[in-house]
């Protein structure tokens, strides 16, 4: 079980990788248009960022539909690092099923790790993981948003992946509130992916904001 960090963003990956906390990092299209203004050169950013977690995992998604693209792009992306992931849709934006093609050609042929992205069950991720998939990404806050239950499906998952002995690891995004991290892991995610200001939300507490301060009042009175 580990932790992700959700974003392109390389100063907030360097201040919580410092951490020591963080085992990966995840990005998509949004991701990285959130952070655009920050960054011009886009392949620049993301090839520092693959340099910089080295050897641990780093997921980009392809940006293009068609089949030939989307290979082109997985093998640039893969050029870029050998720590690089490539995330492939489970289908396209008019429920194309070739997806499942492209995931087999990058894990079977090419030799690329894929992580199959924006799957709502565990059906879905279990073909992914048929398919050959490194990582199968399940977005819980997105499964929770319209009346799923991402917990149910991520125990019923992590069960059949187990009985299949199928080599790929759950990650869980699209966290929505703080507590989703440690449910989501309990539930039996192998990853959970942190947007990073709910890295703080986990650490501060009131109750030890108060308690430190306590300890250091007492501290300055003991006499030695
Ligand atoms: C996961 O890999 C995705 O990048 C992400 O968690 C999606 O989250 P959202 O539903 O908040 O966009």
């Given amino acids: 079980m580990t932790l992700f960090l959700d974003t392109s963003d390389l100063d907030l990956i360097k201040k919580y990788y410092k951490f020591g906390a963080i085992r990966g990092v995840t990005t998509n299209p949004s991701i990285i248009l959130q952070n655009s203004s920050k960054n011009t050169d886009v392949n620049k950013n993301l090839k520092e960022i693959a340099n910089y977690i080295k ?24 050029s870029l690092g050998k720590n690089i992931s490539v995330k492939i849709t489970i289908h396209g934006p008019e429920e194309e099923e ?10 079977n042929k090419e030799n690329i790790r894929v992580n199959v992205t924006a799957m709502m069950n565990a059906q879905q991720c279990l073909l992914a993981a048929y398919a050959g998939a490194t990582y199968v990404s399940l977005f819980g806050g997105r499964v929770n948003d319209i009346g799923g239950d991402a917990i149910q499906e991520i125990v019923k998952l992590r069960n059949v992946l ?11 995004g699209s966290v929505r509130e703080t ?11 192998h990853i959970v992916t942190v947007p990073p200001q709910f890295i703080k939300k986990m650490q501060i507490h009131p ?3 108060n308690t430190v301060k306590q300890f250091l009042n007492d ?3 003991i006499k030695n």
């Avoid at 997806?99 to 990058?106: G, P």
């Avoid at 187990?162 to 690891?169: M, R, S, W």
């Fill in 219 to 221: 501290a300055k009175k």
């Fill in 55 to 78: 050897p641990y995992n780093l997921s980009l998604e392809v940006t293009s539909n068609d089949h030939s693209q989307m290979i082109e792009e997985a093998k640039f992306y893969n």
């Fill in 207 to 209: 109750h030890t904001t």
């Fill in 98 to 107: 070739f997806n499942l093609e492209v995931i087999n050609i990058l894990e």
């Fill in 162 to 172: 187990n009985i299949n002995n199928l080599k790929a690891k759950i990650i869980v």
């Fill in 179 to 189: 507590s989703n991290i440690f449910d989501w892991l309990n539930a039996g995610a």
